[in-house]
C-alpha cells in the first residue's frame, strides 16, 4: 500500500513539473487579429 502511495506522489510530482516545464518553455500566445465593426447610435 505504502509502495502505491509512493509511485502516486512520484506521478504526481512529475506531472506538475510537466505542466510548469510546458508553461514555460510551449507556445502559449494567443493569434492577434484586428475586428473593425461600425457602430450605430441611435439619434
Known sequence: MV???????FLVV???IG???FA???NL???RSE???P???GD
Not at 3 to 9: D, P
Open 3 to 9: 509502495r502505491l502511495l509512493k509511485v502516486l506522489v
Open 14 to 16: 512529475v506531472g506538475f
Open 19 to 21: 505542466l510548469a516545464g
Open 24 to 26: 514555460y518553455l510551449g
Open 29 to 31: 500566445s494567443p493569434e
Open 35 to 37: 475586428v473593425v465593426q
Open 39 to 41: 457602430v450605430e447610435l
